[in-house]
């Protein structure tokens, strides 16, 4: 048992590094957006920006679904993806369960997904901010929207 937390723990820790890299890009691609002379640009910044996301959330499950069949918990791909997805985004429906130590691992994924949802959540608010709201120049008060 403690092998497996052991991997998860690597597991989580590459997965966050992807999370990483996807906040730094999502930094720059914000300052991008606000610098943006059309309003078109910066308003369609925000759901390319969630559909990145949600893509960079299929490959962390990915990474855990490959996991999961490489160490003989789930038979297939497709299988272990689908259970990936479901346990990341704790909905859980119980259709494909893990035995043994296996339950840890997948109890240790559905508290990343919680942080991981929290984060991207965050990202997404301030790219928000950062794209259409502008500072005020004199320092006060919240600031003006663009």
């Known amino acids: 048992m403690l092998a497996r937390v052991l991997q998860a723990a690597l597991l989580i820790v590459l997965t966050t590094a992807v999370h990483g890299a996807a906040t730094a890009a999502s930094v720059r691609w914000s300052q991008q957006a ?3 002379d059309s309003t078109l640009a910066r308003v369609a910044f925000v759901p390319a920006l969630v559909l990145v ?3 960079v959330s299929l490959l962390e499950s990915s990474i855990w679904a490959l996991y999961y069949v490489v160490t003989h918990q789930l038979g297939s ?9 479901i346990t990341m985004t704790t909905v859980g429906y119980g259709d494909i369960t893990l ?11 559905a508290a ?3 942080v991981l949802f929290g ?3 965050a990202i997404i608010f301030t790219a928000v901010q950062a794209v259409h709201l502008k500072p005020r120049s004199d ?3 919240p600031p003006r929207r663009n």
């Not at 791909?77 to 997805?85: G, T």
Request: proline share 0%.
């Open 34 to 36: 606000r610098s943006a």
């Open 53 to 55: 996301l949600l893509f």
């Open 77 to 85: 791909f497709s299988d272990a993806l689908y259970f990936s997805l």
């Open 99 to 109: 035995s043994g130590a296996g339950r840890v691992t997948s109890g240790m994924q």
């Open 112 to 114: 990343l997904g919680v």
């Open 119 to 121: 984060w991207t959540t």
């Open 139 to 141: 320092g006060d008060g």
